[in-house]
């Protein structure tokens, strides 16, 4: 039902304002305008050291110092090839005991040796040429007495090769056991002498060093007495294909493990390798070096770095950076009281952010240089 009143209807009627925008905007315009001039003052009334702030000139001290040209890679000692040495119980004989020894851990290990005495009787070492695969007796015949034949000549006791197991071979083999301070066993007839080949070890290449031997009174349940090591150590690195011309065969190498330090020249190297993120994660080759084994310093897994090239002299040195370039000429700037004055130089080598340089007037060790 429309109101009936007049004025109500007036006051419920929009009234318009086209004045409101115009008004605004002279108002943000006037803001605007009062903080340029503001900050306008400010700026003026700044004291202008404050404003600005003075570029330091940076400097470095011209050493005397030894910038290597060397190349390192690092490496890892693996430890050599090792045999096992076991005793086998004779005829009658109920079990294995080291009665004692005649060689300890580091002794070297060669034909004619003595091991060890086991359950009382010896443990000698033989070529390993010599077959053995059985026991020989009076009158025998076969590759294995020719063997034995000529080890025993080669060890210093008269034995002609006849391939017979005759008295010549007999007497030889009786001495050898002398001088080894036990007697030979025994054969078919109480004039005779037999070989028992269980009484004998062989060390694959006839030459090794002892690196590990069970104690006199060990009872031997597996039978082995010793581990002989037969190949030396090696030092073995990595080197990706572009350092690889750096380390072939022959060339001089330093080998460092921490304090200890070895000069060596490189034995051989390897073909490609990829990279094994277990073993070692670079491709490229392995170099190889040779280490005797127990070199101090250098045991089995010992890491290690090795390095190609001659060390370098101690020569003026300055940082990288601060060699500049003008025109195809290197020079540096050295300061002298409140300048700098231009200085050419040479640069002989560089390494690790230094540069070498050979001497020249104008510079000395001491001076200050400056950097960008």
């Known amino acids: 039902m429309p109101s009936s009143d007049p004025a109500l209807g007036a006051a419920m009627r ?3 304002r086209w004045w409101l925008l115009p008004t605004i905007a002279v108002v943000v315009l006037g803001g605007l305008v009062g903080a340029y001039w503001a900050g306008a003052v400010t700026a003026a009334g700044a004291d202008p050291e404050q404003a600005t702030t003075a570029a330091v000139p940076v400097s470095a001290t011209v050493e005397r110092r030894a910038v290597a040209k060397q190349l390192v890679i690092p490496g890892k000692v693996v430890a050599g ?3 096992v040495v076991s005793a086998s119980a004779t ?6 005991v080291v009665t004692s020894l005649a060689k300890a851990v580091g002794d070297d290990v060669t034909p004619g040796d003595l091991l060890a005495v086991v359950s009382g009787r010896p443990l000698l070492v033989l ?3 010599v077959p053995l695969y059985r026991d020989i007796n009076d009158g025998d015949k076969g590759p294995d007495v020719v063997g034995l034949q000529a080890a025993l000549a080669a060890l210093g006791y008269a034995c002609p090769s006849t391939g017979t197991f005759d008295a010549a071979t007999q007497r030889a083999l009786s001495k050898f056991y002398a001088a080894a301070r036990s007697t030979a066993p025994t054969g078919d007839s109480p004039s005779s002498v037999a070989f028992h080949w269980r009484e004998f070890v062989q060390i694959p290449g006839d030459k090794g060093k002892i690196s590990s031997i069970s104690e006199s009174g060990t009872i ?3 039978g082995i007495v010793a581990r002989v090591t ?18 072939a065969p022959g060339t001089p190498v330093t080998v460092r493990a921490g304090s200890a330090a070895l000069e060596v020249k490189v034995a051989q190297v390897s073909g490609f390798k990829d990279g094994d993120p277990n073993q070692n994660p670079v491709p490229g ?10 070199t101090a310093g250098f045991a089995a897994n010992q890491s290690v770095t090795v390095t190609a090239g001659p060390p370098a002299a101690e020569s003026l040195a300055v940082p990288l950076i601060a060699i500049r370039q003008e025109a195809g000429k290197a020079y540096v700037e050295v300061e002298s009281g409140a300048v700098f004055r231009r200085v050419d130089i040479k640069v002989t080598a560089q390494s690790e952010g230094w540069a070498a340089l050979a001497d020249v007037e104008g510079l000395s060790p001491g001076d200050r240089v400056r950097l960008p």
């Open 91 to 96: 005829p009658g004989v109920d079990r294995l």
């Open 285 to 294: 080759k392995d170099i190889v070096l040779p280490v005797s084994s127990g």
């Open 220 to 222: 031997l349940d597996d």
């Open 81 to 83: 090839a090792q045999t």
């Open 127 to 129: 070529q390993s040429r």
């Open 230 to 247: 037969i190949a030396d150590d090696t030092i073995v690195a990595r080197a990706d294909l572009l350092q690889a011309d750096s380390f």
């Open 14 to 16: 929009r009234v318009p």
